[in-house]
């Protein structure tokens, strides 16, 4: 079965804060794909990164870094001195060659405090 | 912008209505994909289209149908409408049907039934 678990429903700092949502995924696919996606207020789905199974290297974009660790099957998506702009739910999803369809985690809603 | 777009952006109909909503994909794109956000059973993969053939289904109900046209824009009607059918549907396209692509999420379409 595949699956992916946000564990965190709600996180709220204040500005300025580092925070760390997490993502734990569930294949028996030895290649798949890991995505995080934005959802703030307005309602769109932004898209923030991919990651291949077989690249483990870990990526930084700006305040926004990602950490894959497939001994641990978990994918953590850190912002780094968060800003009130970074609001919004932000949902892991998975998907592998086996199975076209995007699977969602439950999403973790981020709210920063000013 | 995704360069997805969808249309309308609102949608408030009555049960046992049918309605159509329309996806157009960015340019290059040959798969559309169509998702459903409700608040019980959070994102759900619907369908999806690849140049006009359905490559993949998911948890669509019987009384849900789409199509993808010559041009590649794609439309998802739904008939005999329930309340529970009211929720966020999301079109998102990639250029091809695999899962190395992103798939980029247009800006939605809410569904209002009452």
């Known amino acids: 079965a595949q699956k992916v678990t946000q564990a965190q429903t709600e996180i709220s700092v204040v500005e300025k804060e580092d925070v760390t949502l997490d993502c734990v995924y569930e294949t028996r696919d030895t290649t798949y794909y890991l995505f995080w996606y934005k959802q703030p207020p307005s309602g769109e789905l932004v898209f923030l990164i991919r990651?291949?199974?077989?690249d483990e290297q870990n990526e930084i974009s700006g305040r926004y870094s990602w950490n894959f660790q497939k001994s641990t099957s978990s994918f953590n998506f850190t912002i780094t001195a968060s800003q009130v702009v970074d609001s919004a739910v932000y949902f892991c999803a998975l998907l592998t060659d086996s199975n076209y369809q995007l699977i969602w985690g439950a999403g973790t809603k981020l709210i920063i405090k000013p | 912008d995704s360069g997805v777009t969808q249309t309308p952006k609102h949608l408030i109909t009555a049960t046992g209505q049918r309605v159509t909503l329309r996806c157009s994909p960015r340019s290059g794109d040959l798969s559309v994909y169509w998702y459903q956000q409700s608040l019980d059973q959070g994102l759900q993969f619907l369908i999806q289209y690849y140049n006009g053939e359905e490559r993949a289904k998911g948890n669509i109900l019987e009384r849900f149908s789409a199509q993808q046209f010559p041009d590649l824009h794609s439309e998802l009607n739904l008939s005999s409408l329930e309340l529970g059918d009211s929720a966020l549907y999301f079109c998102a396209s990639s250029v091809t049907s695999g899962g190395w692509d992103t798939q980029y999420f247009g800006p939605g379409t809410r569904l209002t039934v009452l």
């Open positions: 990651r291949n199974s077989f």
